[in-house]
Every structure is written in C-alpha cells, then in structure tokens.
C-alpha cells in the first residue's frame, strides 16, 4: 500500500540503487554518481552534471515591496480565497503536523503564512497539501500548488524544472546515528544502510559514499528504520536531522556538512511575477525581524543572520 | 414300470445327492455377498459420515476462524487509525474496539492453531506468521501512540509502518489461510456429497437382494417349502439397511447442499465485501492521517469501492442485499462529500465526518448490515451441517450389524435344510 521498501544487498545494489536514485532525483546523470569515488567528488558532480548555474543567485528580482497586481497569478490566488502550499507533514520544526492542536507548524510554513498575509492581509487563508518529497516538482508543475515550502533544496538541475524563490535557509547535509553508533562521519559507513527520503538529493551522496541508500516516504519513516536497527544511519541536511534527533534523544549528529544546501520556495516557471512577489515578501522577513523571530522559536539560539537575497543578473 | 420307477428314484438320489452341494456352495456365495456388502456399506458410510463431520467440526471452523482473523485485523486497523485521527486524545470507545478487535484476533489465531491438523503446512505457517507479526504490529500502534502523545510527528510515521506491516503481510497471511480453508471445505463437502461410492454400494446391495431372492424360489422349488425363515430375515436386512444408507446420503446432501447454498456461500460472499469495506474504512483514516489528498491510501479507497461495486461480478452484487448496496452507496456519498470536503481545506471538517459524522454513520451502518449478515448466514451454515452430519450417525455400524445378521441368518435358515439330507 505504501511505497515499496528497498532492501538492497551488496555492493552491485548499491550502485544499482545509486543510479536509480540518482535519476529520481534528477539531480544527477547516472554515470557521475556510479564512478564517484568520494562524497566531495559526487558533491562537485551533483552541481556539475546540470547545466553549470549559481543555485544561490538565480532568482527573480523583485520591484519594491509585494503588491497583488491585477491580472498577476497574485491576483488568480486572490480571487480563488486561499492560497494552496505543498508542505511537509512530517518534518520536526520545519513542516509538521502538531498532534496537539491539528496544526501544520514550522519554520518552512511561516514563510507560507508570510506570503499569504501579504496576498490576503490575512496568515490563515492557506489550504496546506502535505506532499512527499517525491511529489514536491510534479506538484508544482502541474499546478496543483501555487508554492512548495518542503526543505527544498535549490539546484541546478531542479532549476530546469521550476523556478525558486531567493535562499531562505542554508543547509547542508550531514548524519545522524544512535547514540552508541561508532561512526564518525558517512565515509565510515561503506557498505551499511542508510536512510534517506524517495526524491531527495541525499541519496546520491549516501550512494557516492558507498553505503547503501534505503529510500521511505517521508523523514520519520527513516527514524523509524534506525530505532528498529533497519538501517545504521540516516543522512540529510542538518535541519531536518537536528528536527529527527528532537523526537529522540538517544541519536547524535556526527561528521561533518557535506555539501551545501540552500533551501527555495519552489515555484511554477509559468508564474515569475509570483516568484518576483514571493522574492518581495521574504525581503521584508530577513528586514523586519520576522524571519530571526521563526528562526529562534523553530531551529533556537544562536540566530544567524538571515541569507542575503542573490538574483540572476 | 420298475424300471421307470428305478430312474426316477435315481434321478431323486442324484438330486437328491446335488442338492447339498448346491446348497453349500449357495451359502458360502451368500456368506461373501453379505460379508462385502457390509464392508462397502459401512466403507460408505464411513466415508460420508467422516466428510460431514469435517464440514462440521474442522473446515467450517477453521475458516470462519481465519475469516474473522481477517476481520478482526482489519477493523483493528481501521480503529487505530481512527483512534490515532482523533489526535493525542483517542476516544476511550476507539481504543476499547481497538483492543476488543486486537484479542479477538489473537484468540482466533491461537483457536485455528490448535484446530488444524498435519498435512495443512501451508495454513501452519501462515498461522505462524500471524502469531509472529500481531505482538509487532501492536508494539508499532503503542509506539506511534506514545509517539503522538508527545506531540511527536513520529507518531504518524510508527503508524504508517504498523499499517503496512498489517496490509502488506498479515492480511494476505490471513486471506491465504481462508482461501486454503474454503478449498478444504469445499472438498470435504464434495466428499461428504459425492455419489461414486455410494452407487456402487446401492449396486451392491441390489445384487445381493435379488440373489437372495433367487435362492429363495430355488429353495421353494427344491425343497418344497414356502419360505425359509433365514432368508428372510436376510432379505429383510438387506431392504432395511439399503434403504437406510440411501435415505441417510438424500437427507445428508440435501442438508449439506443447503449449508452450502444459503450458508457458507453467502456468508463468504458478505465476509469478502465486510472485509473490503473494512479495508476502504482504513483508507479513509489513513489518507486523513497522512493528509495528502487523493494518495496511495485514497486510491486503494477508490479501488475497494469498485470492487464492492454496484454492477455484475462485483462483492456487493454477489451479497444480493438490495438494503446492504443501499448502505454502500450511501457510505460512497458520505465519503465523496468527506473528501471535497478536505480537498477544499476543510481538513478538520473531514476528520470530524470520518470520526463521528456522515461518514461515520454510513460506514457503521453497512459495517452492521454485513457482520449480521455473515452471522445470520453463519447459523443456516451451522445448523444445516450439523444435521446433514447427524444423518450419517450410527450408518457405520447399522451397516456392519445388518451384514453380520445377514451372514448369521443365511447361515442357520440353509444350515437347517442342509440337516434334512443327512
């Protein structure tokens, strides 16, 4: 009923496991992930392989503050009442469903509710889809949501498929393992499981490092397969795996950021005067207090500061 | 004249001389006659008898056990998964289901282990993987329920894996061993029913009857009696237990047929939709839980619903309950509604109708329609086989008995003209 769980064995099925990763992801060619000797190799190959672009610096630029301009896609959202944001459910701190009051929370979805409030005057006027990570570039094509706030990742290779907002949040990846694991970085994990989301980019790291990618739905899944000893550890950015190491206490972060990971609100490429409003809406956050105020009360102190906004030309 | 006389006395002594031979050799043909008839029939009778009591005492059991444990798992499921919906709070009723449901489970599966007998190694380890996996798949609903206490989205992730671990391993489990236990069932029926045996006993006992009959108008010709006693009561039993065995197979397969057509039949019919409907019943927990829209668990909502159907060749036209479809059809609405319902942000407006509103209602209301259905079916089932088994009681040894007492009295009605030539 749910997606299928991959219990590879071997080396061979690693690799096998790799390309298919790689594909999925699309953040790769095959070929890169299958011959990378090291985790820095596949990590200068995953920015490689797509056309060669900054990820940082290729969004629109926007004009002054957000304005619903008649006729903008801004407008379309206005008209329909709420706005329609793909978000993770099940993503301590960034996007997640709280038990306790039936409320999709975090840091990811207050950029959501910036953006409506900016459209509607109003936070609350958002219909949340949680979506999977392997729903997140479908989703946004097909225009089924008008925003992704989904710990995306901005790449290259994405980049081709839809439009991102400017960075809002710098990652990078790294491990989390059980307290008495004796690893101490992914490079001592050849040859064991290691668990990441269908349709993240962390699998072909995870695969560049020659241990074994086990792909799940979604990043509790992935807890779920440590604390029944299913997988030896579980690589993502540090954001998501500080949020994974909050519900359980008896894991660590070990090792350290393997690759940079500037997260985006992703957006159809149809609509650029919305990517230009959102570009807007988040340059008041990083000047208003607002995005230090989601920062300290979702990911704590020290608060950095804000990412500064980079566009194309 | 003397001469005459002469060959006449002779042709008499010959006769006479024959006849005792004659006799002798009719009383050991007899003997056998009897003495097969008897094997044959009590062979029949045993076979019948212990084909019926299987229907009774083993098949049916067994796979009404493995049916309710596919019931139960499944309504465990669905419980969960509504308990866990209504949030860190589950209502007290859900988890007393949950738990009720969860039991029954483990009762039944421990029942059906004890039940079944060497040569089912398939449905052995089928029960041994159910016994396995129930302490699992409850130990993962506890954890995703601490887990959801807390306030963690772990939780949901622990119940995802229950779900899966139970429709990924446990129900086929448990659908392989009702599969295997209907197909014993209906072999044991088809034996218990079944005629080739049976005919050649009947034939069996035709041929002696009409031999005995034949000696008896030998023996009046010869010996210049009317009727001799043993014969007669040889005949006599041979009527009485042929028509015995013959009335005890009509009346066993007309009770075993109609156990069959207006008992289990239709109760498997109404188990299958039950158990599909309970299956949609999770779905709709579980796409609410995982709150991403017409996803797998919707789509298998979606393909349970077409299978319960309303046209030809689908689980809810083979129930035949106009009322029943109605209650289907009136759940689907629900659903439909729960579902624009949340794809139209009502997300809590859907919850509330899966928990205790439209949905709620109309689910509970097939649910009750199909498990009285099931039971009341389930009793024709049971009382008709008893009674087809009650019609073989005591076939074996009347059959024995009848053919000992043909041997006896065939033997002292010739033993005694065989004294007179002495």
Redesign the interface.
């Known amino acids: 009923?749910?997606?299928p769980r991959w219990r590879p064995h071997g080396a061979r099925m690693a690799v096998a496991l790799a390309v298919a990763a790689a594909t999925a992801a699309g953040a790769v060619t095959a070929d890169a992930v299958a011959s990378a000797p090291s985790t820095a190799a596949a990590s200068a190959a995953r920015h490689t392989a797509a056309p060669s672009c900054n990820p940082k610096a290729s969004s629109i630029r926007p004009s002054g503050a957000p304005q619903v301009t008649s006729g903008s896609y801004m407008a379309t959202i206005k008209a329909r009442g709420?706005l329609i944001a793909g978000v993770d459910?099940?993503?301590?701190h960034f996007g997640?469903?709280?038990?306790?009051n039936?409320q999709?929370e975090g840091f990811d979805i207050d950029m959501i509710h910036a953006i409506a409030k900016a459209i509607f005057g109003d936070p609350a006027k958002v219909?949340?889809?949680?979506?999977?990570d392997n729903?997140r570039i479908r989703d946004v094509q097909k225009g089924s949501v008008d925003v992704v706030a989904h710990t995306m990742t901005i790449t290259c290779a994405r980049l081709q498929q839809v439009d991102f907002s400017s960075v809002y949040f710098d990652a990078g990846q790294r491990v989390l393992v059980q307290q008495n694991s004796t690893a101490a970085s992914l490079a001592s994990l050849r040859g064991r499981k290691v668990c990441a989301t269908k349709g993240s980019d962390s699998l072909a790291v995870i695969a560049a490092a020659m241990a074994i990618p086990v792909s799940v739905?979604?990043w509790?899944?992935c807890?779920?397969r440590l604390q029944q000893d299913e997988v030896a550890a579980i690589s993502t950015d540090d954001s998501i795996l500080d949020g994974l190491a909050a519900?359980?206490p008896f894991t660590k972060l070990i090792g350290p950021r393997l690759t940079d990971e500037p997260y985006g609100l992703a957006i159809s490429k149809q609509h650029p005067d919305f990517v230009a409003f959102v570009n807007a809406v988040l340059q008041q956050l990083r000047t208003d207090g607002r995005w230090t105020a989601s920062y300290a009360r979702w990911i704590g102190n020290p608060v950095p500061a804000p990412p500064p906004a980079q566009y194309a030309s | 004249m003397s001469a005459t006389a002469a060959l006449a006395r002779e042709a008499i002594r010959g006769g006479e001389r024959r006849t005792p031979d004659a006799l002798r050799g009719l009383l050991v043909v007899l003997v056998v006659l009897s003495l097969a008839w008897g094997a044959v029939a009590a062979l029949t009778a045993e076979q019948h008898a212990s084909a019926a009591a299987d229907v009774v005492a083993v098949s049916e059991p067994l796979s009404l056990d493995a049916e309710q444990i596919y019931q139960s798992l499944s309504a465990a499921e669905a419980t969960a998964a509504n308990a866990f919906l209504a949030g860190g709070l589950d209502p007290a009723a859900a988890r007393q289901r949950y738990q009720a449901d969860l039991s029954a489970a483990a009762m039944r599966i421990e029942a059906a282990s004890a039940m079944v007998g060497t040569g089912a190694a398939r449905t052995e380890a089928d029960l041994t993987r159910l016994s396995a996996d129930l302490p699992r798949y409850a130990g993962e609903v506890e954890t995703a329920r601490a887990d959801n206490r807390l306030g963690l989205p772990l939780g949901a992730a622990y119940l995802r894996e229950a779900s899966e671990l139970l429709s990924g391993q446990m129900l086929p489990a448990a659908s392989d061993i009702y599969a295997n236990e209907e197909a014993q069932l209906t072999s044991a029926s088809a034996q218990a029913t079944g005629l080739p045996l049976m005919v050649i006993a009947i034939l069996i006992g035709l041929a002696i009857g009409y031999v005995l009959l034949r000696t008896s108008r030998w023996l009046a010709r010869h010996t210049h009696r009317m009727l001799n006693p043993g014969l007669v009561v040889a005949l006599a039993a041979v009527v009485v237990s042929l028509v015995w065995l013959v009335s005890a197979f009509v009346f066993g397969r007309g009770d075993l047929l109609h156990a069959q057509r207006y008992g289990s039949g239709p109760a498997q019919a109404f188990a299958r939709a039950d158990v599909a409907a309970l299956q949609a019943h999770a779905d709709e927990s579980l796409t609410l839980i995982d709150n991403t829209g017409d996803d797998n668990y919707q789509g298998d909502f979606a393909h349970q619903q077409q299978l319960l159907g309303s046209g030809t060749g689908t689980l809810l036209s083979a129930v035949a309950v106009p009322a029943v479809a109605a209650d289907a059809q009136a759940w689907f609405k629900a659903h439909a509604a729960l579902r624009a319902q949340d794809n139209g942000g009502d997300h809590q407006g859907a919850v509330n109708s899966a928990l205790s509103g439209e949905s709620a209602t109309r689910f509970a209301a097939l649910s009750s329609a199909l498990g009285s259905g099931i039971t009341a079916h389930q009793a024709v089932f049971a009382s008709s086989a008893r009674s087809g088994r009650d019609a073989f009681t005591g076939l074996e040894i009347g059959m024995i008995v009848a053919s000992l007492a043909m041997v006896a009295s065939c033997v002292w009605g010739l033993t005694r003209r065989l004294a007179e030539y002495r």
């Open positions: 009923m749910n997606a709420y459910q099940s993503t301590y997640f469903l709280n038990p306790l039936k999709i219909q949340f889809k949680a979506i999977s729903d739905q979604y509790t899944d807890l779920v519900q359980d």
